[in-house]
């Protein structure tokens, strides 16, 4: 697996280990003794994710209402969303995938996609900290804001 491609795009170092980890479906560690899968990683960048668009939308959208501001938060973090994210990086051929998910299109699954996404974010900030994790929301979540 090439991931030094993926650091390229994503314009931030990680771990490769971690990295590694978070492009690490469930299905394919349980396949292969019992890996550790992305699941964690995702729980985390989650919440890295939604921590950081709220500040964001915060500052920016000072005029706008708080149900405004959730309707807005969500419309960029939501599954759809963060699917487009990691297709636009190319998220799907680093994917780690069981023989299921690899033959059932894995690799294209709006939800599989958005998890990875947080993932990836989730070993960004553990790598390196919020502000790896930060520059990662900007490049690729922020555009989306814009709209």
Known sequence: MKLDVLVTRLGVE??????????????????????????RLEFLGDAVLGFVVTAH???????????????????????RALALVAAELGLGEFLR?????EQTGG?????????????????AYVSKGLE???AIIEKFVYPMLEN
């Open 97 to 101: 995938l069981g023989r299921g998910e």
């Open 14 to 39: 990680i771990e490769p280990k971690l990295l590694e980890q978070a492009l690490t479906h469930r299905s394919y560690a349980y396949e292969n003794g019992r890996l550790p899968n992305n699941e």
């Open 107 to 123: 690799r294209e699954k709006t939800n599989l996609l958005a998890d990875a996404f947080e993932a990836v974010l989730g070993a």
């Open 132 to 134: 790896a994790a930060q």
């Open 57 to 79: 939308i915060h500052q920016k959208l000072k005029k706008l209402p708080e149900g405004e501001l959730t309707k807005v938060k969500n419309a960029v973090v939501s599954a």
